[in-house]
Structures are given as structure tokens and as C-alpha cells.
């Protein structure tokens, strides 16, 4: 068995400290990106958040396969408008032709920290482009952390397809989902984001599939105090009527 002189022994003991010490100095690096400055995806996926207003947006995840586009090549911009709160991304998420589809994921968290405020509505807009005759690009969505509705998990798409040079009546550029619908609720204060992101251009030369910018947007309402003493007079209840019971 060859022995390792002393300088190895300490190059092997130094290397794992000075790596250690590198992913530190990275995660206390982290920054909080305000409204209207841009960033990159992968710099979200390494630590950094984004603040706009009363929402925080942490914990992005990211996995492509095929024709979409690195993490470092997506850039992402919070804005504030009024009592809503968006996020843009913008990237070349596409498929090609040949070589079969291309599919993305794309995951976040977002906490509202203003605990009078909850978000009633999500909305979900892009900018789709499809050419050839059977082409399709679509985002659908989900959320986890959020309790059944009546009709089960509420979800929400925009897609644009064509099949055999005949547009889909499915096709749409913008969907949402609103908690009073879906769940009877005025909002919540926290929840996550869930994508799915999928491109296929077929294999005609010319054909094309891929949507460039979208948005997602957070509606926010501020519970009316009657709301608030209502929902505070039935907790009450339902504690009186436990200790009854009990």
C-alpha cells in the first residue's frame, strides 16, 4: 500500500475545511433581492430571496431536461402594483425540433409576513409561440401546503397547441385561481408554487415551441373587522361547545 508523506495527509485534511469554509462564506452570502431588481434563477436556487412588499419568496427549486434553458439563464423580477405582488420570469424555455421533449420544473415558497393580509387570488399569464402544424407549449400548476377544497387540489394552466394545423379550443394565455372560489376562504398567508413546464416542436425543420416571459401574480385582501370578529366569535364556539362536551 503507498504511504502518504505529511504534505499529502495535510493537503486531504485542508481540502474538505477549505470547501467547508467556501460554502459558507456562499450561504452568508445570500441576498434579499427587493422590487424591481433583477436575478437569476440559480442565485434564488443558491439562497437568495425576494422581498416586494409583505411577500417573501424563498426556497426555489429548479430541474430542465432537453431544450430549456440552465438556471443561470433565467432571470427573475419582482414588482409591486397596487395590492398585487408579481414575479416574472424570462428565459428561452422551448423545445426544438427532433430529439423528442422538453420539460421543466419550477418550485417556491411564498409567505406573506403582514399577518392582517392573506392571498386571495393567483393569477398565471405567459407569452406562448407555437409554428408549424403540430406543435404544443404549456404550463400547468399546482400548489402543496394548502388543504383540500371542496373539489379537491385547485390547479390552473396556459397553454397554446396545435395538432395536425388545427388549434386547440383548450388554448389559453392566462388562468387563475381564487381561495374563496376553491376553498370557500379569503386567502392564505403561505403556500407553494408548483410548475410544470412543457415544450415538444414536433419534428418538422421549421416548427417551433416555447414561451419566453411569464408572470405570476398574488392578489392580496385585508379581512374586514366584522370578518376578523366573526371568525373569532366561532372559534369561540366551538371552544364552548368542546368544553360542554367535554
Known sequence: MR??????????????????????????????????QSV????????????????????FSYASTGDMPAAGSVSVVGTLLGNSVSLQFSGAF?????GGVSDAGLGFHVQVTDPARVISQVN?????????????????????GLPPGPLGFPDMYIQRQIVG???SPFNQSEDSVNFQNTHGVLGFQSFRVLKNIFADAGDATFNAARVTTFTQTFDQEIPEPATLMLGGMS????????????
Open 40 to 59: 437569476t434563477l440559480a442565485n434564488l436556487i443558491a439562497g437568495d430571496t425576494i422581498v416586494v412588499g409583505d411577500k417573501v419568496f424563498s426556497g
Open 235 to 246: 372559534a369561540l364556539a366551538v371552544v364552548a361547545v368542546s368544553r360542554r362536551r367535554g
Open 165 to 167: 394545423g388545427v388549434l
Open 94 to 98: 422551448r423545445d426544438v425540433p427532433g
Open 3 to 36: 504511504r502518504l508523506d505529511s504534505r499529502t495527509v495535510k493537503l486531504f485534511v485542508a481540502l474538505p475545511l477549505l470547501a467547508a469554509l467556501v460554502a459558507a462564506s456562499q450561504r452568508s452570502q445570500a441576498a434579499i433581492i427587493p422590487a424591481g
Open 124 to 144: 398565471l399569464a405567459g407569452t406562448l409561440t407555437t409554428i408549424g402544424n403540430d406543435a404544443e407549449v404549456h404550463i400547468d400548476e399546482g400548489f402543496s
